[in-house]
């Protein structure tokens, strides 16, 4: 037989279900513009009926239900789209950071301009032709003079300042480095912090947030790949569990190491490895998960903003005797170009006479520039013999003074054919296909930035459509918990007049 207050029980639940809901909704609106919060809601669950399957059970016509209570506050996220986010995040890592590399190495080559190289080596071949006309002129071959420096002070410029924009890198890799390695002992906090709530029953949905919050940061810097760990104990079906990131390649289909162990609750650091430890000028020779080194290039490659920073900085994979990537690439083709320049000009400036060797009657082969042959175009520099005396310049072929035969050949020099970092190719041509190597590497580097910044903010949308807060909902939800909060409110005022009938009225002859 049912319980004469088994009305007001029933509605009781309501009114407490309907409360926690009520609290519930207010967290959703006071979190409204917190980044990384994703909705909350309550679970409504019916309580079990009466009369419970038993022996002694009651004879009744059939159970009734007994109420209504919250059995779990859940937040509303879809794992696939945090997936799909992470994996878009990476590739806009990667590309937008190497654009960013192109860019300023665009900005340092300027060109087309009056200020790049390739304008001022006209100027100079230029300068040749008016010696070759005008021989004996001092004016004109001051002219070759000047413009020969500033040749060399451009390729000073160039080789400087994208030995300064690489070493920028290599300090924007070791703090990216770092961040990632902050992250994951961050994430390994939280696993531990929500392991000791889980076990006991409960669903820490804002430590959820802050992991999930962590993991969308820590993607752009590396591709991961994220497997849960149970917590054990009590923890509910529907918990996430500690969680174990992987370090994986930009297929996500190999794994190059753990980075957060959630099972042993554990951090692997990312390290780099220099080729010179103590100074740390060297190319990069390798990664190392704690103590498992792993291949740098072919495992990293288009992975994350650190796969950009390393390609754009270089890399070295075989002892340090070959350096790759994008700067050590440019710096190396300005190196062969301008020991190719310099070699060509000076074997044709040698074979001619300058006034100095006319009037001694001597020929002594005297060059016109001088570099260093481990960076050529960072020291190249017009001879201190030509700086010293204007007379020194081999104009004249036949070892005449009006003769200027040799200043042409120095101009034809422009279009001679010579062997520069393994082809054959004209001083002209080889920078023409360096720079429009570069300018297609940068255009096809932002076009690509462009498109993953489009589908990750499509994803993040999408995924914003299902966790974040609406104010509107919100409200509605709390008018519809509200009326029902009033309405098992007036369940007992019901039921208490029907009780007050039974009590007071009942049995009361004549009334």
């Known amino acids: 037989m049912l319980s004469t207050f088994h009305g007001l029980e029933t509605v009781r639940r309501g009114m407490t279900a309907q409360q926690q809901a009520l609290y519930v909704t207010g967290h959703n609106i006071a979190n409204a513009n917190t980044p990384g919060y994703s909705r909350q809601r309550v679970n409504f669950e019916q309580t079990p009926p009466y009369p419970f399957a038993s022996q002694n059970r009651p004879v009744m016509p059939g159970q009734m239900g007994t109420g209504v209570e919250g059995g779990t506050v859940q937040r509303m996220r879809e794992e696939f789209l945090d997936v799909q986010y992470r994996g878009e995040n990476m ?67 160039l080789s400087s300042s994208l030995k300064s924009i690489r070493d920028d890198l290599k300090n924007e890799l070791d703090v990216t480095v770092k961040a990632v390695n902050s992250l994951a002992r961050q994430l390994n906090d939280i696993n531990k912090q929500i392991s000791e709530v889980e076990v006991h029953g409960y669903l820490p949905n804002d430590l959820y947030d802050e992991r999930n919050r962590l993991l969308d940061e820590l993607s752009q810097y590396v591709n991961i790949k994220v497997t849960p760990v149970s917590s054990g104990g009590s923890a509910l079906k529907i918990a996430e569990g500690r969680f174990t990131v992987e370090l994986v ?47 740098t290039f072919e495992r990293l490659k288009e992975n994350g903003k650190v796969g950009a920073l390393l390609y754009s900085y270089g890399y070295s994979e075989d002892g340090g005797t070959t350096t790759k990537g994008l700067y050590p690439e440019m710096l190396g083709d300005l190196n062969a ?75 034809e020099v422009k279009n001679g054919m ?17 720079i429009g190597q570069m300018a297609v590497n940068a255009q096809e580097a932002k076009r690509l930035s462009e498109n993953s910044e489009v589908l990750r903010q499509s994803v993040d949308e999408r995924r914003m459509a299902v966790s974040s807060v609406s104010l509107d909902e919100e409200m509605m939800n709390m008018m519809k918990f509200q009326h029902a909060y009033n309405a098992s409110a007036r369940m007992i005022t019901m039921i208490d007049q029907m009780l007050d009938k039974i009590i007071n009225n009942m049995g009361i002859v004549g009334r």
């Open 91 to 157: 590739k806009y890592g990667y590309w937008n950071t190497r654009a960013e590399a192109l860019y300023k190495m665009e900005e340092i080559m300027s060109e087309p301009s009056d200020e790049g190289l390739a304008k001022t080596l006209d100027r100079f071949w230029q300068s040749l032709q008016d010696l070759a006309v005008n021989p004996s002129n001092s004016g004109a071959r001051s002219v070759v003079r000047q413009r020969g420096i500033a040749v060399a002070e451009t390729f000073h410029y």
């Open 249 to 295: 390649d930009r297929t996500g289909s190999t794994v190059i190491g753990t980075l957060v162990d959630g099972r042993l609750g554990q951090v692997n650091e990312l390290q780099l490895s220099y080729q010179d430890n103590v100074t740390k000028t060297g190319p990069i020779v390798g990664f190392s998960l704690g103590n498992t080194p792993f291949s």
């Open 337 to 411: 170009m301008a020991k190719a320049f310099a070699d060509q000009f000076n074997t044709v400036h040698s074979n001619g006479w300058s006034v100095t060797e006319i009037k001694s009657n001597t020929k002594d082969g005297k060059t016109f520039f001088t570099y260093d042959p481990s960076d050529p175009a960072g020291t190249l520099d017009v001879a201190q013999i030509i700086k010293d005396s204007l007379d020194n310049i081999a104009a004249s072929a036949t070892g005449q003074i009006g003769d200027g035969s040799n200043a042409q050949a120095l101009a």
């Open 418 to 434: 010579m062997n520069i970092a393994g082809n054959t190719t004209t001083i002209q041509n080889f920078y023409e296909s360096l």
